[in-house]
């Protein structure tokens, strides 16, 4: 337990460490023109979306934030999905949160997703990858599902903070909530608008890190945060990279949502980049995927 603490803060320090030379203007500069460059070459090489699509990727370009819903989404495998879903969450909400003290939440585990692959699997549906690719402008990375069951009244920590992620230039998270998310009290995910998130990192000196209410709230009044409601099977679509976010911690009931989670295949930092699945779960899940699945499933392994 303690070797493997002292692994973990030794991997948080390097990462720190290499985060900040990469920093450095110079460093960045290079890098910036490299990614501005792969983008303009991969432009011919975007997959066409449908008219839904593409409503979606303009409305996410210009908010970083869409709305929409399973049944809006229309995509094949969504009953399967849903099926199985229902499942996961029957199993999570039964097993005792004391197992995580300290957490604000609980997450499926990587066997009971590997048990139920309808899951895993819808976020490598195509019609996603190709928004997806279309809204990063790059090759798309899945980097997987994290089923949550957020607990009530639990300590607002880790990504209950306001922060913007910070493995690419761009990202996109799509939500689905398996519970009623009518209000403030039932833990919806908040965000910061794109232009006031960017005034806010100004004011902050930094895109990075945890911020506590208080500091936020003295940088940008609380009226102007938003809060993502809906009923359950609603999806959000969220650049995580280019706007404050964080997940309200729920005051009465557990809040059920699931997150699947993609980059480029470039990104900006792959040492913050991790799947959600061991790799042996995932060659186990990979038979009669597509070569485009595939590629976004195992992107670190592909040779462009
Ligand atoms: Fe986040």
Redesign the pocket.
């Known amino acids: 337990m303690y070797k493997k603490t002292l692994a973990k803060e030794f991997k948080r320090a390097k990462n720190f460490g290499r985060r900040h030379i990469e920093d450095i203007f110079i460093f960045r500069n290079v890098a910036d023109n490299l990614h501005q460059k792969r983008i303009l070459e991969h432009t011919k090489n975007l997959p066409p979306l449908c008219d839904e699509g593409s409503a979606l990727v303009e409305k996410l370009r210009q908010d970083g934030v869409v709305i929409t819903s399973c049944k809006n989404l229309t995509i094949n495998s969504t009953p399967l999905f849903l099926e199985s879903a229902y499942k996961i969450k029957e199993k999570l909400s039964r097993e005792p949160s004391e197992n995580v003290p300290n957490e604000p939440f609980l997450l499926a585990s990587p066997s009971l997703v590997s048990n139920h692959p309808e899951t895993f699997l819808w976020g490598l549906n195509e019609k996603l990858l190709n928004i997806a690719e279309n809204y990063l402008g790059l090759p798309v990375a899945y980097h997987g599902m994290y089923f949550h069951r957020d607990l009530p009244n639990a300590k607002p920590v880790k990504?209950k903070l306001w922060?913007r992620?910070m493995e690419d230039y761009r990202s996109l998270k799509i939500i689905v909530y398996l519970n009623d998310i009518c209000d403030e009290s039932c833990g919806p995910l908040q965000f910061i608008p794109k232009n006031l998130s960017e005034k806010v990192s100004k004011k902050l000196g930094r895109n990075y890190g945890y911020t506590e209410d208080s500091l936020m709230q003295s940088l940008i009044p609380s009226h102007t945060w938003k809060s993502c409601l809906g009923p359950e099977q609603t999806v959000f679509l969220m650049d995580?990279v280019q706007l404050f976010?964080r997940g309200k911690v729920p005051l009465v009931t557990d809040r059920f949502a699931i997150f699947f989670d993609y980059t480029s295949r470039y990104p900006k930092r792959p040492y913050y980049c991790k799947s959600s699945l061991p790799k042996e779960k995932m060659i186990s899940l990979a038979q009669g995927l597509s070569d485009q699945q595939i590629k976004a499933l195992f992107w670190r392994d592909v040779v462009d």
Do not use: F, L, N
């Open positions: 990504s922060h992620d995580t976010h």
